[in-house]
C-alpha cells in the first residue's frame, strides 16, 4: 500500500491558481487510481477530480470542469491537479486518495483505502 502526502495548497485571491500535489511513496504507485476529494468546514466531503492507473482516463465535479485540471506523472509518482480561476466556494481542505487495480466509480471515499493528510485551500474574495 502507497503513502500519499498532498502539497501546494495556500491562501488565492479570487481568479487565481495553485496546483497541488500528491506524491507516492512505496511500491506499485502506478496501479493507483487517485481520485482528490475536498471538504469545507461543516461540510461533508465531496470528490473533485480522479485519474486512472495509467493516465489516460480523468473525471472532475460539474463544478470544476473547465477550471481544474488533474494530471500524473508515474515517473515521479505524483499527482497533480491544476486549479485555475479559483473561487471562495473552492475553499477547503483537500486530498488525495489511492486505491489499487480499481476502475472506478471513482466519486466514493469508502473505495479508497490510501489517504493523505490533506492540504488547505483558501479563496478570498
Known amino acids: 500500500q502507497v503513502q500519499l502526502v498532498e502539497s501546494g495548497g495556500g491562501v488565492v485571491p479570487a481568479g487565481g491558481s495553485l496546483r497541488l500535489s500528491c506524491a507516492a511513496s512505496?511500491?506499485?504507485?502506478?496501479?493507483?487510481?487517485i481520485s482528490w476529494f475536498r471538504q469545507a468546514p461543516g461540510k461533508e466531503r465531496e470528490f473533485v477530480a480522479a485519474?486512472?492507473?495509467?493516465?489516460?482516463?480523468?473525471y472532475a465535479k460539474d463544478s470544476v470542469k473547465g477550471r481544474f485540471i488533474i494530471s500524473r506523472d508515474n515517473a515521479k509518482n505524483t499527482v497533480f491537479l491544476q486549479m485555475n480561476s479559483l473561487k471562495p466556494e473552492d475553499t477547503a481542505v483537500y486530498y488525495c486518495?489511492?486505491?489499487?487495480?480499481?476502475?472506478?466509480?471513482?466519486?466514493?471515499?469508502?473505495?479508497?483505502?490510501?489517504w493523505g493528510q490533506g492540504t488547505q485551500v483558501t479563496v478570498s474574495s
Open positions: 486518495a489511492g486505491v489499487a487495480y480499481y476502475s472506478g466509480p471513482y466519486d466514493d471515499p469508502a473505495k479508497f483505502g490510501s
Open positions: 485519474i486512472n492507473w495509467d493516465g489516460r482516463s480523468t
Open positions: 512505496g511500491r506499485g504507485f502506478n496501479v493507483y487510481a
